[in-house]
């Protein structure tokens, strides 16, 4: 099992960027995929992006592609979500799940999660 805590939310507007952060409190995540999810109001948890245990992305969600950037610190303790060009469809709860082995897109297959970071973005 691992902590994770997730940070860097915040209310943006339409355009903006924001960048996410997703650490494992007290060990580093170099044993560990890490995926982001988010969850918008009223709907289900839905995969945004994965990076490997090297730090090499794996996967985007279509919606985010091109848009979001999900990367991993040298030190591997920290995983990011940079998000650019943000619209208020990502307006969402947006976490981050981590483990030994890539689970797939879906969020019911990971046990480790953090507690969630609200990213609301305005029209």
């Known amino acids: 099992q691992v902590e994770l805590v997730e940070s860097g939310g915040g209310v943006v507007q339409t355009g903006d960027t924001l960048t996410l952060s997703c650490s494992a409190s007290?060990?580093?995540?170099?044993?560990?995929?890490t995926v982001w999810f988010r969850q918008p109001p009223g709907k289900e948890r839905e995969f945004v992006a994965v990076i490997n245990r090297g730090g090499v992305p794996i996967s985007y969600a279509e919606s985010v592609r091109g848009r979001f950037t999900v990367s991993k610190d040298v030190d591997k303790k920290t995983v990011y979500l940079q998000m650019n060009n943000l619209k208020p469809d990502d307006t969402a709860v947006y976490y981050c799940?981590?483990?030994?082995?890539?689970?797939?897109?879906?969020?019911?297959?990971?046990?480790?999660w953090g507690q969630g970071t609200q990213v609301t973005v305005s029209s």
């Open positions: 007290g060990r580093t995540l170099e044993q560990y995929i």
């Open positions: 799940a981590a483990e030994t082995t890539y689970q797939g897109p879906f969020p019911g297959r990971y046990t480790n």
